[in-house]
């Protein structure tokens, strides 16, 4: 008896995971492509402060979408930054603001809307609320790079719960912040169309603009527009497997930041339908430069030029998802080149639903014909 329970749990959960489907139910006729339950990449924006005040890529699906459908989602992202070039070992925690380059913790709220106006294209339109302050949690932060043996970035010599930033750059930019903020960031529009679908790939073009609604002063802006421009791709090798790979250029139109290169690669696991483990690797070039020698790999003895190293960010969470609703959450850091905040956590929601009702549309027409009958 309980052989057979356990046969009809397993038939019961194989259908349920490939839902293999009745194509034509006239003819009975079965498809046996399972239904695809990709639900795209993490979406969010980087953190970093040097890339945070210029437009990046927002993790976009190449797929096309339905027409008239309209997304609206609500972002939280919480930042723990800190880097310190040098530090006095002298028993006591200081604060030498000569050697400090980050130290804050800040909180990012976003709200995002987009809207199919065809199948192939969707244009969207996102909004932040920036904030830095001491933060609260430096102390849980560093305890926890001590138990686990990791590399303190010189926390135990600086005191906690503090705030400066002070980015020094060859390109004459002020990043620059000693008190606590919180201002509206720039408001990024994009527009993406997906040029070439079918069961295996899909293809998108992307372009975007970002006004300049942030300010510089508070580093939540640049004070300048940029332009970007990309293609994105959905690669699906496998019915419960998803690669994506993205690249790109954004142009700051202020003439002083450099053109930045925008990649991605990204992974995803989604062989049920309401849950996907999802892997990402953003790769960035930086927008500035300067001549501060930073050792990045103490085993190799090597230095490089701060801030000149690609960003290499490592994103890893996981989608939920129950019908029209999505749920999202990721950690993200820069362990490789170490071009990226200390630690950035997010969590989002959105929801998807369809204005086809609501477009206006026309009373049917009735049409007959008549056909001449011989007379008698």
């Not at 709220?109 to 192939?120: A, L, T």
């Not at 904030?131 to 303190?152: A, C, K, Q, R, V």
């Not at 989608?319 to 029209?324: A, Q, T, Y």
Request: contains cysteine; hydrophobic residues 40%; aromatic residues 18%.
């Amino acid at each position: 008896m309980s052989r057979f329970i356990i046969v009809l749990f397993l038939t019961f959960l194989s259908q349920e995971i490939f839902c293999i489907e009745t194509s034509d139910p006239a003819i009975g006729h079965q498809d046996d492509s399972p239904e695809d339950y990709s639900k795209g990449l993490l979406y969010g924006k980087n953190m970093f402060i040097p890339y945070l005040i210029h437009y990046n890529f927002p993790s976009l699906s190449a797929k096309s979408g339905k027409k008239f459908d309209f997304q609206y989602h609500t972002s939280i992202y919480y930042i723990q930054d800190v880097q310190y070039l040098e530090h006095t070992d002298n028993g006591i925690r200081s604060y030498d603001k000569t050697f400090v380059v980050r130290d804050y913790e800040g909180c990012v709220g976003e709200i995002g809307f987009s809207y199919h106006f065809f199948d192939e294209l969707q244009l969207g339109v996102d909004l932040r609320l920036i904030s830095y302050y001491g933060g609260f949690l430096d102390e849980t932060i560093e305890t926890f790079h001590n138990i686990f043996g990791f590399p303190t970035g010189r926390r135990e010599f600086f005191l906690q719960n503090q705030i400066y930033i002070n980015i020094p750059n060859d390109n004459g930019i002020r990043l620059f912040l000693d008190a606590p903020s919180v201002a509206f960031g720039d408001i990024d529009l994009w527009g993406k169309w997906t040029f070439f679908e079918n069961s295996s790939i899909s293809l998108a073009a992307l372009g975007a603009f970002k006004l300049p609604s942030g300010r510089l002063e508070t580093l939540s802006g640049s004070n300048y527009p940029d332009i970007g421009l990309g293609i994105l791709s959905d690669i699906k090798p496998y019915w419960f497997f998803t690669v994506y790979a993205q690249a790109g250029i954004v142009l700051p139109l202020n003439f002083q930041s450099y053109p930045m290169f925008n990649g991605l690669i990204g992974l995803e696991m989604h062989p049920w339908q309401f849950l996907s483990l999802n892997v990402q690797m953003n790769i960035k070039t930086s927008p500035i430069s300067n001549n501060i020698g930073w050792s990045w790999n103490s085993a190799y003895g090597t230095n490089y030029k701060l801030y000149s190293m690609p960003q290499t960010n490592i994103l890893a969470g996981f989608i939920i998802k129950f019908k029209d609703f999505k749920w999202q959450f990721y950690f993200e850091e820069d362990a490789i080149t170490n071009q990226g905040t200390d630690i950035t956590f997010n969590i989002m929601f959105s929801h998807s639903l369809s204005l086809q009702g609501f477009q206006q549309s026309t009373p049917p027409t009735t049409s007959q014909s008549f056909t001449a009958q011989p007379s008698p």
